[in-house]
């Protein structure tokens, strides 16, 4: 069984940076499609940043408009582990982080594409 924990969140000022981490146990990290989801209170969850990687070949990273420039997603095999660094934080960063994972490699930005969720970590962003 495919499990996704995330760590990392917290509170933070504007213009700070938190790292999130997402440790993935129950298969095989050297091939993978994975990618950071969040869900601010009253709305669906909303794209961030995915990585997809087959052996030593890596496609992407991809992110969204709002976050370009300011996060950037990396992963460790060795430690089977996703990571969000988020610099420049600002108040409409709030929000619950979720990282996600889907069997295919194919990029997609719909929530409903994939399959294995973690239980989300609260980012709070204060201006």
């Known amino acids: 069984q495919v499990q996704l924990v995330e760590s990392g969140g917290g509170l933070v000022q504007a213009g700070g940076s938190l790292r999130l981490s997402c440790v993935v146990s129950?298969?095989?990290?050297?091939?993978?499609?994975m990618a950071w989801f969040r869900q601010a209170s009253g709305t669906g969850r909303e794209f961030v940043a995915a990585?997809?990687?087959?052996?030593?070949?890596?496609?992407?990273?991809d992110y969204t408009d709002s976050v370009l420039g300011r996060f950037t997603i990396s992963r460790n095999n060795a430690k089977n582990t996703l990571y969000l660094q988020m610099n420049g934080l600002k108040p409409e960063d709030t929000a619950v982080y979720f990282c996600?994972?889907?069997?295919?490699?194919?990029?997609?930005?719909?929530?409903?594409?994939?399959?294995?969720w973690g239980q989300g970590t609260q980012v709070t962003v204060s201006s």
């Open positions: 996600a994972g889907r069997p295919n490699l194919d990029f997609r930005t719909r929530a409903s594409d994939y399959n294995y």
């Open positions: 129950g298969r095989s990290f050297n091939t993978a499609n």
């Open positions: 990585i997809r990687w087959f052996g030593t070949s890596t496609y992407g990273p």
